[in-house]
Nanobody, 124 residues
Framework: QVQLVESGGGLVQAGGSLRLSCAASGRTFSNYAMAWFRQAPGKEREFVARISSPSDTTGYADSVKGRFTISRDNAKNTVYLRMNSLKPEDTAVYYC?????????????????WGQGTQVTVTQ
C-alpha cells in the first residue's frame, strides 16, 4: 500500500500561484509514477499532470499546459504541483494519485492509490 497526503491548497486570486505537495509513505515511492487530478463541483474527476520515475518524464492536460508544473523529490517521497496564472476555472479539489506505470489510461480508475484531496479556490 501507498499512503498519500496532499497539502498546500487554499484561496487565491486569479493570476496568483500555489504549490501543492503530496507526501507518500508505505512502499518505495521511487517505483511509482505519480499524477495530479482535480474535481470541480458537479464534474467528473479529470487528469491534470503526471510524472514518471526516475526519468521524470511529464505530461499535462491541455487546460494547464504552460501554467502548471509537476515535479518530484524521491529523497523526500514527495510530488509537487506548481500552479501559476491561476484562473477561476481551476477551482477544484486536487488529488494526488499513483500507480506503477507512467503510461496507460489517464482515467482516474487506472490509478491505484489516492490521497484525500486539497481544496483550491481561485477568485476573480
Amino acid at each position: 500500500q501507498v499512503q498519500l497526503v496532499e497539502s498546500g491548497g487554499g484561496l487565491v486570486q486569479a493570476g496568483g500561484s500555489l504549490r501543492l505537495s503530496c507526501a507518500a509513505s508505505g512502499r518505495t515511492f521511487s517505483n511509482y509514477a505519480m499524477a495530479w487530478f482535480r474535481q470541480a463541483p458537479g464534474k467528473e474527476r479529470e487528469f491534470v499532470a503526471r510524472i514518471s520515475s526516475p526519468s521524470d518524464t511529464t505530461g499535462y492536460a491541455d487546460s494547464v499546459k504552460g501554467r502548471f508544473t509537476i515535479s518530484r523529490d524521491n529523497a523526500k517521497n514527495t510530488v509537487y504541483l506548481r500552479m501559476n496564472s491561476l484562473k477561476p476555472e481551476d477551482t477544484a479539489v486536487y488529488y494526488c494519485a499513483g500507480r506503477l506505470s507512467y503510461y496507460g489510461s489517464l482515467e482516474s480508475g487506472a490509478f491505484s492509490y489516492w490521497g484525500q484531496g486539497t481544496q483550491v479556490t481561485v477568485t476573480q
